[in-house]
């Protein structure tokens, strides 16, 4: 019998950074990890900085979201972030690039630096980076 499936959509300000149907969508929400199967009872809760990871067909896929929110409802998901891009779309290079000046930012601490933001900068490198290395790795 085919699996039960449910839809997802990511929504950026800029694009539908991801949409189809799936079976299995696993996140970090603020007050734990997720992982939502259809059928799964009415959600919302705020997303962290980290890897979303999909499963269809027994196939995972992997999209590195910034913080944002999710909602579960009636087999769909729906996640709203100001940036998500799936692990093929991610520059490499662009990523460590950011992490770097983060990390240079965080080291230096003068006050012109907003800790803040250089330290939620960090945050989306470091997944943008976890993203590619966990599509690679496939686990
Ligand atoms: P950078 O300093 O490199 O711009 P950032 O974390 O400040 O990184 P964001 O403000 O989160 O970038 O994103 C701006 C736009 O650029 C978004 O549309 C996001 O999807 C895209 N983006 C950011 N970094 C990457 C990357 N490494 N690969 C692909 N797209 C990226």
Redesign the pocket.
Known sequence: MAEKLQKLVVV?P?RI?YSDEVRMVCARGADGDLGILPDHAPLITALKTDVVRVQKNGQWRYLAV?SGFLEAKENRVIILS????AAE????E??R??KE?AEERLRTRTPEIDIIRAEA?LL??LA?LKAVEMARGRH
């Open positions: 950026t800029a950074a910034s100001d940036a998500a891009e779309e991610i520059d490499v662009r990523a690039r950011a000046r900068a989306r490198a943008r």
